[in-house]
C-alpha cells in the first residue's frame, strides 16, 4: 500500500499480504491513536483493531495511515497506493483485460479499471490481490 513497505508483494500470497497491510494498520493505530479524528471512520477502526482488514476501504485504510505525522494525507495515500498498482501494470506490460484474467476473473475489466482510477471504492482485500498480482508479474 506504501511505496517500499511491501517490496516483497509478489513474493507472498494474497492473504499474507492484507495480512502485512492490517499490521501496518494496528502499529499505526496504536502509536498515533485514533479517538475523535474526524478524519477516520469508528468503523474502521473497530475493524482494524479486530483484525477485520478485508472489507476495510482503500481510502479508510489510508486514512488511518495519515494518522501519522510523518506521512501525508489519507488522499494522497491513497492516490499513491492506485499509482503503485497502474506503475507495476505499465512495468509488467498487463492491461486490465490481462489482470483480470490473472485474478481469475475475480474482477472484471471494467471494475478494476474503475477502482485503480479511484472512481469506485476498493477493498483491501481486493488491492492486496492486485498488488500481488501485478507485483509477481514485475519481479
Do not use: W
Amino acid at each position: 500500500m506504501l511505496r517500499g513497505e511491501f517490496a516483497d508483494a509478489g513474493e507472498t500470497t494474497p492473504g499474507e499480504l492484507l495480512s502485512a497491510y492490517g499490521r501496518v494498520l494496528r502499529e499505526t493505530l496504536e502509536a498515533n491513536g485514533a479517538e475523535g479524528s474526524p478524519d477516520v471512520d469508528a468503523d474502521a477502526i473497530s475493524a482494524v483493531r479486530e483484525g477485520n482488514t478485508g472489507s476495510l476501504s482503500l481510502t479508510d485504510a489510508a486514512s488511518i495511515l495519515a494518522l501519522d505525522p510523518g506521512r501525508p494525507d489519507g488522499e494522497a495515500i491513497a492516490a499513491e497506493a492506485r499509482d503503485i498498482l497502474l506503475m507495476g501494470m505499465t512495468k509488467a506490460v498487463l492491461d486490465v483485460e490481462t489482470l483480470a484474467s490473472a485474478v481469475d476473473d475475480e474482477l472484471g475489466p471494467k471494475e478494476i479499471q474503475q477502482k485503480i482510477e479511484g472512481r469506485f471504492p476498493m477493498t483491501l482485500s481486493e488491492y492486496a490481490v492486485l498488488h500481488h498480482t501485478i507485483a509477481a508479474r514485475t519481479g
